[in-house]
Structure formats: C-alpha cells, structure tokens
C-alpha cells in the first residue's frame, strides 16, 4: 500500500459554496442606471417646454405613421380623452394635424407637420450628440461592454 498522499491540487469548488448572485440588487442597480441615463437624455431636446409624453407622441408618428387618436392612445398606454389632450396641444403648436378620413367622417388620421419631424430629427441628433461625447470619454473596453450590454438590454426589452 503506498501511504503518499498526492500531492495534486484539489479544484477550486468554493463557487459551489458561494450563494447565488442578488438578483434583487443587479436589478435595482441596472433600473437606476437606466432611468438616470434616461433622465440625461430626455434633457437633449429641441424645444425645451415639450413634455415627454408630448414627444413620445411625435416620436411614435415619426417612426410608425399616421395614427388614429384610438391608436395612438393605446401606443402611448394612456386613455383616449388623454390623448385628445396631447394631440391638441401638438397640433395648436403647429407640429401635427388632424384629418378626417374622406370614408368614414368620424375617424381623424393625425399625422405630423414638417415642423414635427424637424422637432423629431432635432432632438434625436442632440441624444445621439450627447451620447457620443459621453462615449467618447471612455475606455475602449467600457464602450464594447456597452455595445454588447445595449444588445441585452434590447433583447429584455422585447420580452
């Protein structure tokens, strides 16, 4: 019988008696940093007296066309009387308008005006500004980490 212990290391099984990552923290970590930077962002805008909801408004005709009220209201998840509100507000401002369907004289297709989309196309190019000077003072490693976090972060997002 050989009475010599072997001298190989054992391997290294202290993860199994480390406790499961907090989830609870990660996630509250992440919804602070993402509402913060949301919050940075929001503040790039083109015309300064306009509300979020106001330009979430803008932001869906820009991207998915004209809407009726109804849609629009169930876009933005809010009530149709809400909507009405926002959508005069827009349009007396001059940045949509209202058109009465020539069928059906009850619908009204809202759509934005020129000065809408400029609206629009200003304020994503301040964000984009913001974010790229703000990317531009980083390591290159963190903006890669960003690059695939924003991938994630777009994956959840589709849940």
Same mark, same amino acid.
């Given at each position: $019988?050989?009475?010599?212990?072997?001298?190989? /290391?054992? /391997?290294?099984?202290?993860? @199994?008696?480390?406790p499961a990552p907090d989830l609870s923290a990660a996630a509250s970590d992440l919804r $602070?940093?993402?509402?913060? *930077?949301?919050?940075?962002?929001?503040? !790039?805008?083109?015309?300064?007296?306009?509300?979020?909801? !106001?330009?979430?408004?803008?932001?869906?005709?820009?991207?998915?066309?004209?809407?009726?009220?109804? !849609? *629009?209201?169930?876009?933005?998840?809010?009530?149709? /009387? %809400?909507?009405?509100?926002t959508v005069t507000l827009l349009e007396n401002a001059g940045y949509l308008t209202r058109t009465p369907d020539e069928?059906?004289?009850?619908?009204?297709?809202?759509?934005?005006?020129?000065?809408?989309?400029?609206?629009?196309?200003?304020?994503?190019?301040?964000?984009?500004?913001?974010?790229?000077?703000?990317? %531009?003072? *980083?390591? /290159?490693?963190?903006?890669?980490? *960003?690059?695939?976090?924003?991938?994630?972060?777009?994956? $959840? @997002?589709?849940?």
């Open positions: $019988m050989n009475d010599s212990v072997d001298a190989s /290391p054992l /391997p290294d099984l202290t993860f @199994a008696r480390t $602070m940093a993402t509402f913060r *930077l949301a919050r940075r962002l929001r503040a !790039q805008r083109a015309v300064d007296t306009m509300s979020d909801g !106001q330009f979430a408004v803008l932001a869906a005709l820009t991207v998915h066309g004209a809407h009726t009220l109804g !849609q *629009l209201a169930d876009r933005e998840r809010v009530t149709a /009387p %809400s909507m009405n509100r069928v059906d004289r009850r619908k009204v297709t809202i759509d934005l005006t020129d000065d809408g989309r400029a609206v629009v196309d200003e304020t994503v190019r301040r964000r984009d500004a913001w974010l790229e000077e703000a990317l %531009s003072s *980083l390591a /290159p490693d963190e903006r890669e980490a *960003l690059a695939r976090a924003a991938e994630i972060m777009r994956k $959840m @997002a589709e849940r």
